[in-house]
């Protein structure tokens, strides 16, 4: 894990298992710029003309923070990656005794480009000031290798928007069956709709459960890519897939157009949301 013209000794303190001083407590932020270069992502920012410069943000003891700007000016601008990660342990749920796993839990992810532009065909998603990187995947990834060696047996995530969910749905499962059966629900009957158009109406409270008529309120829950062979049979089991299709079957949702035209285009509604300028997903 060191480069080739790196010092043997000097390469021994780019990675650490404790002090407050390491991402993590693990890495130092020679041994991240390290890492990313290894795994293609610096190269990936170079190709888009960026000059990546990585600082960590260590001052909360349980949530650290990972940021790449460009040029090293760090406002966000000119952030192209932001990351929040913390050491944490799920729970099974209906599990007696109880099983824990502990997991690197994603509590924040942005991937921007500031130098892009949004479009007709590429639009701004909820909490999105700037178009996407790509480079989800190969974040992804990189996370997946981190909490290996780590030695976490999951890597979690919380999505705050439907779409972050919908990014993950094809490696990520919700922790709890009921929700995972809502999200399939939510992408059937609005599989004639467009993503953005999908999560800002759910953002904007215009997602509206059929049966009870009231709006569906989105909640950022575990969405877990599991790692061990206990946590993939949990997911596998027949009773887990037996309550996703059935909530699947239960739950129906539709789109109230007329509200959502009338609120996307009130700027007092539009002004009420939270902007980051992040999407912790693309």
Same mark, same amino acid.
């Given at each position: 894990?060191?480069?080739?013209?790196?010092?043997?000794a000097e390469?021994a303190g780019?990675f650490?298992?404790?002090?407050t001083?390491?991402y @993590?407590?693990?890495y130092?932020?020679?041994g =991240? #710029?390290?890492v990313l270069?290894q795994?293609?992502? =610096?190269?990936?920012?170079?190709?888009?003309?960026?000059? /990546?410069?990585? &600082? =960590?943000d260590? %001052?909360?003891?349980?949530e650290?923070?990972? *940021?790449?700007?460009?040029a090293?000016?760090?406002?966000?601008d000119?952030l192209?990656i932001e990351?929040?990660?913390?050491?944490?342990v799920?729970e099974?749920?209906? !599990?007696?005794?109880?099983?824990h796993?502990?997991?690197l839990?994603v509590?924040?992810?942005? @991937?921007q480009? /500031? *130098?892009?532009?949004? &479009?007709?065909?590429?639009?701004?998603?909820?909490?999105q000031?700037y178009?996407?990187?790509?480079?989800?995947?190969e974040?992804?990834?990189?996370l997946?290798?981190?909490?290996?060696r780590?030695?976490?047996?999951?890597?979690?995530? $919380?999505p705050m928007? @439907?779409?972050?969910?919908?990014?993950?749905?094809?490696?990520?499962h =919700?922790?709890?069956p $009921?929700m995972?059966?809502?999200?399939?629900a939510?992408?059937?009957d609005?599989?004639?709709?467009?993503l953005?158009?999908? %999560?800002?109406?759910?953002?904007?409270?215009?997602? #509206?459960?059929?049966h %009870?008529?009231?709006?569906?309120?989105w909640?950022g829950?575990?969405?877990?890519?599991?790692?061990c062979?206990?946590?993939?049979?949990?997911?596998?089991?027949?009773?887990?897939?037996? !309550? #996703?299709?059935?909530?699947?079957?239960e739950?129906h949702?539709?789109?109230?157009w007329? !509200?959502f $035209?009338?609120r996307? !285009?009130d700027? %007092? #509604?539009m002004?009420?949301?939270?902007t980051?300028?992040?999407c912790?997903?693309r």
């Amino acid at each position: 894990m060191r480069a080739p013209d790196e010092d043997p000794a000097e390469a021994a303190g780019l990675f650490r298992h404790h002090g407050t001083e390491y991402y @993590l407590g693990y890495y130092t932020r020679s041994g =991240f #710029v390290h890492v990313l270069e290894q795994y293609g992502i =610096f190269g990936l920012l170079r190709d888009r003309g960026y000059d /990546p410069k990585v &600082s =960590f943000d260590l %001052s909360d003891p349980f949530e650290h923070v990972l *940021r790449i700007h460009d040029a090293g000016i760090e406002d966000r601008d000119h952030l192209l990656i932001e990351v929040a990660l913390r050491p944490s342990v799920i729970e099974l749920p209906g !599990q007696n005794p109880p099983q824990h796993f502990d997991v690197l839990l994603v509590l924040w992810l942005c @991937l921007q480009d /500031p *130098r892009g532009s949004f &479009s007709l065909r590429k639009p701004p998603m909820p909490d999105q000031s700037y178009p996407g990187l790509g480079l989800a995947r190969e974040m992804m990834e990189l996370l997946v290798l981190m909490a290996e060696r780590l030695g976490k047996r999951a890597l979690v995530n $919380r999505p705050m928007n @439907l779409h972050n969910a919908r990014y993950y749905h094809h490696k990520f499962h =919700f922790l709890d069956p $009921r929700m995972e059966g809502r999200l399939a629900a939510i992408l059937r009957d609005t599989e004639d709709t467009s993503l953005a158009d999908a %999560s800002w109406a759910m953002q904007l409270g215009c997602v #509206v459960d059929t049966h %009870s008529g009231e709006p569906f309120r989105w909640e950022g829950k575990e969405q877990v890519f599991p790692m061990c062979d206990e946590l993939r049979a949990y997911f596998d089991d027949i009773e887990y897939r037996r !309550q #996703v299709w059935a909530t699947a079957r239960e739950k129906h949702y539709e789109i109230d157009w007329e !509200q959502f $035209r009338q609120r996307i !285009q009130d700027p %007092s #509604v539009m002004a009420s949301l939270t902007t980051s300028g992040c999407c912790n997903a693309r």
